[in-house]
């Protein structure tokens, strides 16, 4: 499966961004597809996942903040951020996996390029 990240930009403090991870040579929902981010200087951290039967898992940090969804007709996973903080500024990735374990964890057999979204007044 091919994956392809959209939607990073510009917000402040506050705002809110969907970003939106296509998928090509491969159906979606066949897969677990994660979120993951890299801020500046800092490792990969995982943010949110949803699994083949539609299980949702968030990171502590974006719960209540952060909504995952997937769209079987356009073949995408979505990441609705809301109430963006500067914290929330890094590179981020989306990524697929066949098992749906280990979900929260960075262990996903296909990348797309990443996306970035930056949270600054």
């Known amino acids: 499966v091919q994956l392809q990240a959209s939607g990073g930009g510009l917000v402040q403090p506050g705002g809110s961004l969907r970003l939106s991870c296509a998928a090509s040579e491969g159906t979606l929902s066949g897969y677990s597809t994660g979120w993951i981010r890299q801020a500046p200087g800092k490792e990969r951290e995982f943010v949110a996942a949803?699994?083949?039967?539609?299980?949702?898992y968030y990171a502590d940090s974006v719960k209540g903040r952060f909504s995952i969804s997937r769209d079987n007709a356009k073949n995408t996973v979505d990441l609705q951020m809301t109430s963006l903080k500067p914290e929330d500024t890094a590179v981020y990735y989306c990524?697929?996996?066949?098992?749906?374990?280990?979900?929260?964890?960075?262990?996903?057999?296909?990348w797309g390029q990443g996306t970035q979204v930056t949270v600054s007044s």
């Open positions: 949803i699994s083949r039967s539609g299980g949702r």
């Open positions: 990524a697929a996996k066949i098992a749906s374990i280990g979900l929260v964890t960075l262990q996903y057999n296909y």
